[in-house]
């Protein structure tokens, strides 16, 4: 065990760590939705867009999806915050001093998440009148986010490995030590990178599902494209996929290849729903989307468990004192109830109104 | 010193979290008082039936949800950001307290940002009452959150009876709570006016510009009147060691709470006798002289707000430096070397001072210090020798209040004050014969070129 770890703080949790990190991997799972929307969206609008100069499709392709791009940071960013707080309440002396080592880089995603943002928004109001510009802030925009992508990475890789924390301190007190070196680290990036291209590819084949009751030719095209990008890019995640587990750490790796009976049960779960979806989605959009959806929340528990493996003998949340905040737990699932009430209320209303089609 | 330490050069860590913080803050509260703002614009054009105030509601929509979703949202973020880089230790304990009050807050903030959205892309879509309803909802999450994140913020000046209870409600409502947050829901209203000024002035319509540019000054008289009475009663919660520190007790904390009531009074003058009295002679170049002074009443009241706090970082509980008072008395006697963390020796000799002297500066003084710049080390013991610094360091929290006292053994704080007094470069006294006059004494007061030749 690291002498580095931080001890645990001295005021106990306000509930079992079981009930924090299962809320962690519930609303991580709703974060990664729209972040992949986001990532992939932003890529594959992109592509339209330098398509688009040749190819009308394309072009109205990148018109309607570059105007769902600021509303996905906004649920990115809002779905993004839950994870990051349960995260930092159990693993709060591993991620603290992974993020103080890397302050700067760190820190530096705010600013590139304003930048990004203000950027698409940008983009999505000026689209007509930029022209062929518009592509180049689309692309700045993607960069960023996709850097801010790195570096999360970078840093949840480095919470793990607290053996990694004092070779980067010895570089001195500035916070600029950033630790890209770490083998796992461009496999994890891709492996949610290519994930985000297939998840965003599965988003436009619905749309086009959805534009195919107005305008048949162009809904079905739009839906043939997005399933291309699904399909290739899922295809392509089984050598990605092998190659971040080949970059594990033996011991790790060899729990999700036999070694650990529930972590390779999730992963053969894993990857049978994606074979499925990958089978059936052609012909079962529906079917397709749904295995595909399980494969996710899988992942999202592999991951969760892969982060358990990591910190076995080092870091126990089961170990850390609690004194269950009972009643206002019972406060929050109340108003999350309410919370969530009242959005599926506007946006039923929304969906429902007959007013013009300012589309989202 | 459970943690490794992130040094900022120049300006360090508190003033990184506060100019985050004081823009944060200054949206933020628009985002609050804006919604009602938004909303109550709405029914006076549909009351009114005025499709020119319609659409003027229409374009401060736009610029709402461009300054408050984005840069309001992603600052917020910010902050939580730079606090768990520069107190990760208070950000540990504040969410330790807080954990499920954040996770309403955060119910409070995803139900606000989705009811933006449906309001800003409703408006020609939804039918008036629906869409006025949306905008209420905005404005109820809004305040909510509002009303969630001031018991947390509160709780660290005040914890109040959660000294000694440990119980979540006794942190949430604490003594300040309540005061504080009557202030900032009406600074909140205030800055609704404010931001509403700047869109009404830009109004090219002259009728419509007048209408709206006074409407949008009443805002701000609702604050002029209870904000006193909000502080007064704010005042008198604190302890009393901060009220000291802000009444006089550091020169620069008193200036700074009189330029806030200062500030906050001409604001208002200026708000009432400039566009309330006159609105059609009401510019953008002064409406963004107005914010401008209110973005410099948040700045220099957060700033006060942050250090009336000291010596604390979480009131009678945790020390500026994370340290907290439980942990102290350990620390004096095994040392701070031996209860840390993140330190490069553990032990004190003769020939690493230097070293043991720049560990405990970086666990003990670098959450509010910085070397050479803001608040410096080099400077504030200039011209100090070693057994004065040492002396000091004795007496911190007696002759400085808004310290925390030096913890650590004997030998430790004797390697810090080493090390200070090493910061500048030793003033040795002369001990070489006086030099032979060459020049006579008449040449040098003729005017030293022309004599020396």
């Known amino acids: 065990m690291s002498p580095l770890i931080p001890y645990p703080d001295p005021l106990p949790l306000p509930a079992p760590a079981w009930l924090l990190e299962a809320l962690l991997v519930v609303t991580l799972f709703l974060h990664l939705l729209p972040m992949s929307l986001l990532m992939g969206g932003g890529t594959l609008t992109v592509i339209s867009e330098f398509l688009g100069r040749r190819d009308d499709r394309h072009r109205r392709l990148a018109h309607a999806t570059a105007r769902l791009l600021p509303v996905l ?68 925009s993607t960069a960023l986010f996709a850097i801010i992508g790195l570096l999360f990475t970078s840093n949840m890789v480095l919470m793990l490995n607290p053996a990694r924390w004092e070779a980067l301190y010895r570089g001195g007190r500035s916070g600029l030590q950033l630790d890209l070196a770490e083998p796992t680290i461009f496999p994890r990036f891709l492996h949610m990178f290519v994930a985000s291209l297939a998840l965003s590819g599965l988003g436009i084949a619905l749309l086009g599902a959805a534009k195919a009751r107005a305008d048949k030719a162009f809904g079905g095209w739009v839906r043939q494209y997005g399933l291309r990008w699904f399909v290739t890019a899922t295809w392509l995640q089984f050598a990605v996929g092998f190659w971040f587990l080949a970059s594990l750490p033996p011991s790790i790796r060899s729990l999700f290849l036999g070694g650990g009976a529930f972590e390779t049960a999730l992963l053969v779960a894993a990857l049978s729903l994606a074979v499925i979806s990958l089978l059936t989605i052609r012909r079962w959009l529906s079917l397709g989307t749904v295995t595909i959806l399980g494969t996710v929340v899988l992942m999202a528990v592999i991951r969760h468990r892969l982060r358990a493996a990591y910190l076995a003998s080092q870091f126990d949340p089961g170990q850390l004192a609690v004194q269950p905040q009972l009643a206002v737990f019972a ?8 919370g969530i009430a009242a959005i599926a209320w506007m946006v039923w209303k929304f969906a429902l109104a007959s007013g013009p089609r300012t589309e989202l | 010193m459970n943690y490794p330490v992130w040094e900022i050069p120049q300006i360090g860590g508190g003033m990184m979290i506060g100019l985050i913080a004081i823009l944060h803050v200054f949206v933020s509260h628009f985002a609050v008082g804006g919604g009602l703002y938004l909303v109550l614009a709405e029914r006076k054009a549909y009351r009114e039936n005025d499709p020119a105030v319609l659409e003027y509601v229409k374009n401060h929509s736009l610029f709402f949800v461009l300054v408050v979703l984005v840069f309001g949202a992603v600052s917020g973020v910010g902050i939580w950001w730079s606090i768990g880089l520069v107190s990760p230790a208070a950000t540990s304990t504040l969410l330790h307290v807080f954990v499920w009050a954040w996770a309403i807050e955060w119910v409070f903030f995803a139900v606000e940002i989705a009811a ?26 809004a305040w909510l959150s509002l009303f969630v994140i001031n018991g947390i913020l509160t709780f660290m000046l005040t914890p109040g009876r959660w000294l000694t209870t440990r119980e979540f409600w006794d942190a949430f409502f604490n003594p300040t709570a309540i005061p504080s947050l009557i202030i900032r829901t009406m600074v909140s209203i205030a800055l609704a006016g404010l931001y509403g000024l700047v869109t009404a002035a830009a109004i090219p319509e002259r009728r419509l510009k007048a209408k709206m540019v006074r409407y949008a000054a009443g805002w701000l008289l609702p604050a002029s009147l209870v904000l006193p009475l909000g502080g007064v009663w704010y005042i008198s919660q604190i302890p009393p060691l901060a009220r000291e520190i802000s009444m006089g007790g550091s020169p620069a904390v008193m200036i700074f709470a009189g330029l806030s009531i200062a500030l906050s009074a001409i604001l208002f003058i200026f708000a009432f006798f400039g566009p309330f009295q006159r609105p059609q002679h009401f510019n953008l170049p002064f409406a963004f002289m107005l914010a401008l002074i209110g973005l410099s009443v948040t700045g220099v009241t957060e700033w006060v707000r942050e250090a009336v706090r000291k010596p604390y970082v979480i009131y009678g509980y945790m020390y500026s430096n994370g340290i907290t008072k439980r942990e102290q008395e350990a620390i004096q006697r095994e040392g701070a070397l031996a209860a840390a963390k ?20 970086e666990i003990q003084c670098a959450s509010c ?8 080390m080099r400077f504030a013991v200039k011209g100090w020798r070693k057994e004065f610094i040492d002396f000091q360091l004795q007496h911190l929290s007696e002759l400085k209040g808004f310290m925390p006292p030096f913890m650590g053994t004997e030998a430790e704080r004797r390697a810090l004050a080493a090390w200070l007094a090493d910061l500048n470069p030793k003033i040795t006294p002369i001990t070489e014969p006086l030099a032979q006059r060459t020049v006579p004494p008449i040449a040098v007061a003729m005017g030293g070129a022309q004599a020396a030749d």
């Open chain 1, 73 to 140: 940071v906004a649920f990115t960013i809002t779905l993004g915050i839950a994870p990051l707080l349960f995260l930092q309440v159990v693993y709060g002396p591993l991620f603290f001093s992974s993020s103080i080592l890397m302050a700067w880089p760190w820190l530096s995603i705010i600013g590139m998440m304003l930048l990004g943002y203000y950027g698409y928004y940008w983009h999505s109001f000026q689209f007509e009148r930029l022209g062929r510009r518009a592509v180049w802030i689309t692309l700045a």
């Open chain 2, 369 to 376: 210090h910085t070397i050479d710049g803001f608040n410096g």
């Open chain 2, 116 to 141: 933006a959205f449906v309001y800003y892309y409703g408006w020609d879509r939804l039918d008036r009452h629906t869409h006025l309803i949306v905008g209420w909802i905005y404005f109820i999450a």
């Open chain 2, 342 to 361: 993140w330190v490069t020796t553990r032990e004190v000799r003769e020939d690493n001072r230097q070293e043991v002297g720049r560990n405990l500066y």
């Open chain 1, 331 to 338: 406060l929050f699932v109340l108003f999350l109830l309410c």
